[in-house]
């Protein structure tokens, strides 16, 4: 790809802006697919509003690869309520009280409720799923909503282990973070007909930006504010999720035995000092430069892609995640 003048992360939405208005309006017009009893916890969860980088990932990916059709206006939107779908269970599983500015459907109606919620919203995207002519996306978006309910049991299973490796630990993001990406990505390439080798590139693109920004998300539960993310933090420490800078920690062989029992009390974990600890050890520092690398792997999968505006918003997208990361 030939150097050209870099874009802004908010260029690059601007690119799209008018996709993402549609995706936007039928996010929320889906509340009306449901019965009338089921329709308003359906609208305040898709109401709520969010970054949207997953739906971004797959118009910007069709237009780098050709034109964006409605088509990639309906696998963004599939792909978004796959994602909300798996933000309603994580807040069950972490007792989140807050995501978005707003109450969490389960501080609001309760986990019994906001289970089978999460059940429904997955349920519809898949079902919008089946209204593509090819199957092979179909099944690709099947594949990935499976990888990320696959990620989360493992991630369960794995609670409080200290045997966690930080290969487990990839694995596990690679599933309940990264398939969404890669999916977006892949198919946006796909439903624009591109070669299999810009294909995979675009997969693998996807791929390690989702491993890049869920380190990035681990890093800000423990060094971020609620105030300035709008969702319950530290909520990986009380539930027993071990991250890359808790593992670094561990790996670190500092005050071990301090390490374990604060990390065992569960609900009352110490997340404060464990903090300070995480990052005496230098376990934040080389848990931010893992980011830095993924972001800079990721930016690589780009060079065989034409050059044009959404390639550039793609770059776009990874470099503000550096930006990020460097804001920590």
Same mark, same amino acid.
């Given at each position: 790809?030939?150097?050209?003048?870099?874009i802004?992360?908010?260029?690059?939405?601007?690119?799209?802006?008018?996709?993402?208005?549609?995706?936007?309006?039928?996010?929320?017009?889906?509340?009306?697919?449901f019965?009338?009893?089921?329709?308003?916890?359906?609208? %305040?969860?898709? !109401? =709520?509003? !969010?970054k949207?980088?997953?739906?971004?990932?797959?118009?910007?990916?069709?237009?780098?690869?050709?034109?964006?059709? *409605?088509?990639?206006v309906?696998?963004? /939107?599939?792909i978004? +309520?796959?994602?909300?779908?798996t933000? /309603?269970?994580?807040?069950?599983m972490?007792? *989140?009280?807050?995501r978005?500015?707003r109450?969490?459907?389960?501080a609001?109606?309760?986990?019994?409720?906001?289970?089978?919620?999460?059940?429904?919203?997955f349920?519809?995207? +898949?079902?919008?799923?089946?209204?593509?002519?090819?199957?092979?996306?179909?099944r690709?978006?099947?594949? *990935?909503?499976?990888?990320?309910?696959?990620?989360?049991?493992?991630?369960?299973?794995?609670?409080?282990?200290?045997?966690?490796?930080?290969?487990d %630990? %990839?694995?596990?993001?690679?599933?309940?973070?990264?398939?969404l990406?890669?999916?977006?990505?892949?198919?946006?390439?796909?439903i624009?007909?591109?070669?299999?080798?810009?294909?995979?590139?675009?997969?693998?693109?996807?791929?390690?930006?989702?491993v *890049? %920004?869920q380190?990035?998300?681990?890093?800000?539960d423990?060094?971020?504010?609620?105030?300035?993310? !709008?969702k319950?933090?530290?909520?990986? +420490?009380?539930?027993?999720?071990?991250?890359l800078? /808790?593992?670094?920690l561990?790996?670190?062989?500092?005050?071990?035995?301090? /390490?374990?029992?604060?990390?065992?009390?569960e609900?009352?974990?110490?997340?404060?000092?464990?903090?300070?600890m995480i990052?005496?050890?230098?376990?934040?520092?080389a =848990?931010?430069?893992?980011?830095?690398?993924?972001?800079?792997?990721?930016? =690589?999968? +780009?060079?065989?892609?034409?050059?044009?505006?959404?390639?550039?918003?793609?770059?776009?997208?990874?470099?503000?995640l550096r930006?990020l990361?460097?804001?920590?």
């Amino acid at each position: 790809m030939t150097s050209a003048e870099p874009i802004s992360f908010s260029q690059a939405f601007d690119l799209i802006n008018p996709h993402l208005y549609t995706v936007e309006e039928r996010i929320r017009a889906q509340a009306k697919a449901f019965d009338p009893a089921v329709e308003g916890y359906v609208s %305040y969860v898709c !109401g =709520a509003g !969010g970054k949207r980088l997953r739906p971004a990932l797959a118009l910007l990916a069709g237009g780098a690869t050709g034109k964006i059709t *409605a088509n990639h206006v309906d696998l963004a /939107v599939i792909i978004e +309520l796959i994602h909300i779908a798996t933000l /309603v269970h994580d807040d069950i599983m972490d007792g *989140a009280e807050l995501r978005r500015d707003r109450t969490s459907p389960n501080a609001k109606w309760g986990n019994a409720i906001t289970v089978l919620l999460g059940d429904v919203l997955f349920a519809h995207a +898949l079902k919008l799923s089946t209204n593509f002519t090819n199957s092979d996306i179909c099944r690709r978006i099947a594949d *990935a909503a499976s990888e990320v309910c696959s990620g989360e049991i493992i991630q369960t299973q794995r609670r409080f282990d200290l045997k966690l490796s930080t290969a487990d %630990y %990839y694995r596990i993001i690679e599933m309940k973070t990264a398939a969404l990406f890669s999916a977006a990505c892949e198919l946006g390439a796909f439903i624009s007909e591109a070669s299999p080798p810009v294909i995979g590139s675009l997969k693998t693109f996807g791929t390690k930006l989702g491993v *890049a %920004y869920q380190v990035y998300d681990d890093i800000l539960d423990l060094a971020g504010s609620e105030e300035a993310t !709008g969702k319950t933090l530290g909520t990986d +420490l009380r539930k027993g999720k071990f991250t890359l800078p /808790v593992l670094f920690l561990l790996q670190s062989g500092k005050d071990p035995n301090t /390490v374990r029992e604060l990390l065992l009390r569960e609900d009352d974990v110490d997340a404060e000092l464990l903090a300070q600890m995480i990052g005496s050890a230098g376990a934040m520092d080389a =848990a931010k430069e893992v980011a830095f690398r993924l972001v800079g792997e990721a930016l =690589a999968q +780009l060079d065989p892609i034409r050059e044009n505006k959404f390639a550039r918003g793609l770059r776009a997208i990874a470099e503000h995640l550096r930006q990020l990361l460097e804001a920590i």
